[in-house]
C-alpha cells in the first residue's frame, strides 16, 4: 500500500496505477498458466511411463488444444479476478493515512475482499489437494 501511496503521491494517476498492478497480476497468471501446462505435459508422460500394459487407449493420453484453450481462458479469468479487485481497491488508497502510518500495517479498509480472496484460495487448495489424492488412489488401484 505504502508503494501506491507513494507512486499516488508522485503524481500518478489512479487509472496509472491500476494498470501497473493489473500487469503485474497479468505476467503473473500467465506465467503460472504456462508453468502448469509444462508440469501437466511431464505429469502424463510420467503416468503413461509409469502405467502397466493393458489399459485402454493409453497412447492416445496426452494434452490437447481444448485442454490448453481451457488452461488459458482460466488464467485469465485468475488475472481479473485476483488482479483487477485489489488493483482497483489500491487506486482509492488515502494518501494522508498511509504516508503517515510509514507502512506499519494496511491503512484503511476491512480487508472483506482481501479475506474472501485468501477463504477461496484455502477452499481451492482444498478441492485440488482432494481430487490429486483420489487420483493417485485410483491410479494405484488401477496398477495393481
Known amino acids: 500500500m505504502r508503494e501506491?501511496?507513494?507512486?499516488?503521491?508522485?503524481?500518478a494517476s489512479p487509472w496509472r496505477i491500476v494498470r501497473g498492478?493489473?500487469?503485474e497480476s497479468a505476467v503473473l497468471s500467465v506465467l503460472a498458466g504456462a508453468l502448469g501446462c509444462l508440469f501437466a505435459?511431464?505429469?502424463?508422460?510420467?503416468l503413461?511411463?509409469?502405467?502397466p500394459a493393458g489399459i485402454p487407449r493409453?497412447?492416445?493420453?496426452g494434452l490437447d488444444f481444448p485442454t490448453l484453450?481451457?488452461?488459458c481462458l482460466v488464467s485469465v479469468a485468475v488475472c481479473v479476478l485476483a488482479g483487477l479487485a485489489p488493483a482497483l481497491q489500491s487506486a482509492r488508497v488515502d494518501l494522508k493515512s498511509t504516508m503517515v502510518a510509514g507502512g506499519r500495517g494496511v491503512a484503511g479498509g476491512t480487508g472483506r475482499l482481501r479475506n474472501g480472496l485468501v477463504i477461496a484460495q484455502v477452499?481451492?487448495?482444498l478441492v485440488l489437494l482432494t481430487g490429486a489424492g483420489l487420483l493417485l488412489r485410483s491410479f494405484?488401484?488401477?496398477?495393481a
Not at 58 to 61: F, G, H, I, P
Not at 140 to 143: K, T
Open 21 to 23: 498492478l493489473f500487469a
Open 41 to 46: 505435459a511431464a505429469g502424463v508422460r510420467a
Open 58 to 61: 493409453l497412447d492416445q493420453a
Open 4 to 11: 501506491v501511496a507513494l507512486r499516488a503521491a508522485l503524481g
Open 48 to 51: 503413461v511411463a509409469l502405467a
Open 140 to 143: 494405484q488401484l488401477l496398477s
Open 123 to 125: 477452499a481451492l487448495s
Open 69 to 71: 484453450l481451457f488452461t
